[in-house]
């Protein structure tokens, strides 16, 4: 059974710093891509960054290019969503998601696990 577990979301100022993590079990995505996506009340689910595990090439929407940064640690099955100068704009619930295959990254619809969401508040 494959699990994805995201903990590190919580309430911060604006101009601070967070970081997510995603510990994925019951399988390795190194041949398809771990991402993140956010939701914020009454909007729909946004692609945030992704990376392809198996040669660490990483995508980023534009609203987090030079902010968020997203790292993996394969022995460990984990993937981290590093966030700086963060934003009231960035409140939302974050997911990490998974898929087996090399696909679209910034698609939601193209991913095949989804963990349970993580809340992050930015106050400012």
């Known amino acids: 059974q494959v699990q994805l577990v995201e903990s590190g979301g919580g309430l911060v100022q604006a101009g601070g710093s967070l970081r997510l993590s995603c510990a994925a079990s019951g399988r390795t995505f190194s041949s398809g891509a771990m991402g993140w996506f956010r939701q914020a009340p009454g909007k729909e689910r946004e692609f945030v960054v992704a990376?392809?595990?198996?040669?660490?090439?990483?995508y980023y929407a534009d609203s987090v290019k030079g902010r968020f940064t997203i790292s993996r640690d394969n022995a460990k099955n984990t993937v981290y969503l590093h966030m700086n100068s963060l934003e009231p704009e960035d409140t939302a619930v974050y997911y990490c998601?998974?898929?087996?295959?090399?696909?679209?990254?910034?698609?939601?619809?193209?991913?095949?696990?989804w963990g349970q969401g993580t809340q992050v508040t930015v106050s400012s």
């Open positions: 990376i392809r595990p198996s040669r660490g090439t990483t």
């Open positions: 998601a998974a898929a087996e295959t090399i696909v679209p990254v910034t698609a939601p619809t193209e991913y095949d696990y």
